[in-house]
């Protein structure tokens, strides 16, 4: 099993690109979902899919896309890169079967800097 | 005010200290309680569930205060390895697995 991987690990953009980060787990999970960490705040969720062709924003949605066509993948789209974009990004999956402990598994992050 | 709060230190102790660490939420109705821990440059592991009972895991402590609204870890024998930053975290009552992360606590252990 590799859990949960992200491509790319680093990336600079300049502000406007777009660009995809990729995000694959292959233990059958339902839930996915992609945080943010920036210095001095929390993860924040960015959006979250609980199912193949399900997805809902989370905490901090403008500026990003999601889709869900298969289990296995949760890409997230940068429309327009700006540079408060510039962050860590990290994905992270779980079962939604082992009721409110079940625990989220995350990907290695992707670090980001828009200029 | 933050949903979670924590001190983010950093602790500085030496190897076989014991340290303790609390956190506090703010969303009373407030579900399920977590302690993951992040290594420098690395993604976020759970290092251990909170459960209201307190529950114990090796050198590892963890307490539940609904009362108080508070969460605490406590690190026994604390070892160079146990360098890292501890995140407290709270699943919310609505929203399956909506987590809610602190900005965690810095903790430095020197020989």
């Known amino acids: 099993n590799a859990g949960v991987t992200q491509t790319p690990k680093f990336q600079v953009l300049k502000t406007g690109q777009s660009m995809t980060l990729q995000c694959a787990q292959d233990m059958n999970h339902e839930y996915m979902s992609w945080y943010r960490q920036d210095p001095g705040m929390g993860l924040r969720l960015i959006h979250y899919?609980?199912?193949?062709?399900?997805?809902d924003q989370g905490e901090v949605p403008n500026g990003y896309n999601v889709s869900r066509s298969t289990t296995e993948d949760f890409p997230l789209r940068l429309l327009s890169a700006a540079p408060s974009q510039t962050s860590v990004y990290f994905c992270?999956?779980?079962?939604?079967?082992?009721?409110?402990?079940?625990?989220?598994?995350f990907g290695p992050g992707t670090r980001l800097l828009v200029l | 005010r933050k949903e979670v709060e924590q001190d983010p230190g950093p602790f500085n102790v030496p190897e076989g200290a014991t340290v303790a660490f609390n956190c506090t939420y703010s969303?009373?109705?407030?579900?399920?309680f977590f302690w993951y821990r992040q290594d420098c440059r690395k993604e976020p592991k759970l290092l251990m569930s909170v459960y209201s009972s307190g529950n114990e895991d090796g050198r590892f402590t963890a307490q539940l205060n609904r009362a108080s609204q508070y969460i605490s870890l406590l690190i026994r024998d604390s070892k160079l390895s146990d360098s890292a930053t501890y995140l407290c975290v709270v699943r919310k009552n609505t929203g399956f697995q909506k987590l809610v992360f602190g900005t965690g606590t810095r903790l430095l252990v020197s020989p």
């Open positions: 899919s609980v199912g193949a062709g399900i997805t």
């Open positions: 969303n009373s109705a407030s579900q399920s």
């Open positions: 992270a999956s779980s079962s939604l079967r082992g009721g409110s402990q079940e625990t989220q598994y």
